[in-house]
């Protein structure tokens, strides 16, 4: 078994769409399919949403809930970082060799938790 997708909640949906169409250029991902409340991108067999909560509810995001993404190469960790957070979002973390792996975070708009690492 494998990761399909991951969905993550937004509560202003075109400013998180335009936040993840920023982030994604030049990595491979491309947006496959929009509607009046989520937006899919997709990487080879993965794909990512962002979606006003189905509850109608406000979104929030998880105490110790992240999502990492495997950027390959440490410069890309460090060009995903500096473009997350050029967008708007927060640094949670700056580039940096943690253990095995050389690893950044940052918080999307809505405070979501990003993972980039090697």
Do not use: H
């Not at 105490?63 to 190469?73: H, L």
């Not at 995903?80 to 050389?102: H, N």
């Amino acid at each position: 078994m494998k990761m399909n997708y991951v969905v993550l909640g937004s509560n202003d949906l075109e400013a998180s769409i335009r936040f993840y169409n920023s982030l994604f250029e030049d990595t491979g991902f491309e947006q496959l399919f929009s509607n009046e409340r989520m937006t899919f991108w997709r990487y080879k067999e993965f794909t990512f949403s962002v979606a006003e909560p189905f509850d109608g509810e406000e979104a929030t995001n998880g105490n110790g809930t992240m999502i990492g993404f495997n950027a390959e190469a440490k410069k890309e960790v460090v060009r995903l970082y500096d473009k997350a957070v050029e967008l708007g979002g927060t640094c949670a973390g700056k580039p940096a060799q943690r253990g095995l792996k050389f690893a950044a975070y940052v918080r999307d708009l809505d405070g979501n938790k990003i993972c980039f690492f090697e």
